[in-house]
């Protein structure tokens, strides 16, 4: 089937997200966030999150299908997100994805959040979304894949030993009182700052790391290097330390993710995630890969963070590859492998 209408509900975290697909198109993608509710706790509170699934998913489907202008009796399969993610919040989704496939008597298949947000990129750009190196940069992940095949062969490289970047962003975006989100607020902030004001450290990144780790991350030093001077330095001025703060962890995830395509041999970069409508982290990106030969896709900033079109997208490539559906009962698994792409 080259062009499969597919249905993609996500809800791994605080974002209740439908998208529908035909083929390579995007027809809907509907989004209920309760960001605004987590806001006041510095961060997102399971329950609160699994709650708000609840009261959005049914109303969030007829949304879409109005938008998509099609009827649920079109689909040709419905996509779900499995894991990882809360999984108070997963269960939600799963189950709803459940019980419409059930009704419609279509294939279900649930997949893995981290594989959806890079099979984004085949909405975006003609392009075979693979071979590929992949950066995944978000509040709860940040791991560099080798994608052989978007819907059965991933590699894990690295990934983060302790805080991701967005959950960096998140912390010292709160300790700053910039609030929360913390990625675009230090993104806000560091417009109007000087990047090479402050030399913060950059983590896993000496000729031992190089040797033992190269594709890992580690952000919890910076993370407390950037605490340490804002204690120290009570007069700081706060858009150069936003600035050299986002310049740490963008010069780390570049350079490890170009290093990465050099072992691997492979000419080609997608950056997907939250963290990827990061301004400075795009035209970082843009210039490093330029000079070094790396084909570079990003997809638009609204496709980067969590969202249903995603879960569609990696459906409908999972329909077109003859990808067997899900069987039997479908369970949420919190903390799913990225190996898995499917159950």
Known sequence: MSEPLVLGIETSCDETAIGIVRGRTLLANEIASSVDEHARFGGVVPEIASRAHLEAIIPSIQRAVKAAKISLDDLDA?????GPGLVGALLVGVSSASGLASGLSKPLYGVNHLAAHVSVDYLTHDLPTDPTIALLVSGGHS???QVDD?????KKLGATMDDAAGEAFDKISRVMGLGFPGGPAIDRSAKDGNASAIDFPRGLTTRSDWQTRPFDFSFSGLKTAVARYLEATPNYKMSDVAASFQEAIVDVLILKSLAACKESGIDSLVIA???AANSRL???AQERCAK???RLRIPSPALCT???AMVAALGSLMVSAGRPPSAGALDAQSSLGVETVSL
């Open 150 to 154: 978007i819907t059965g062969s991933i």
């Open 143 to 145: 791991s560099l894949l």
């Open 306 to 308: 969590d969202n249903g």
């Open 78 to 82: 419905v996509a779900v997100t499995a």
């Open 282 to 284: 795009r035209v970082v």
């Open 273 to 275: 995630g939250g963290v």
């Open 292 to 294: 070094a030969g790396v």
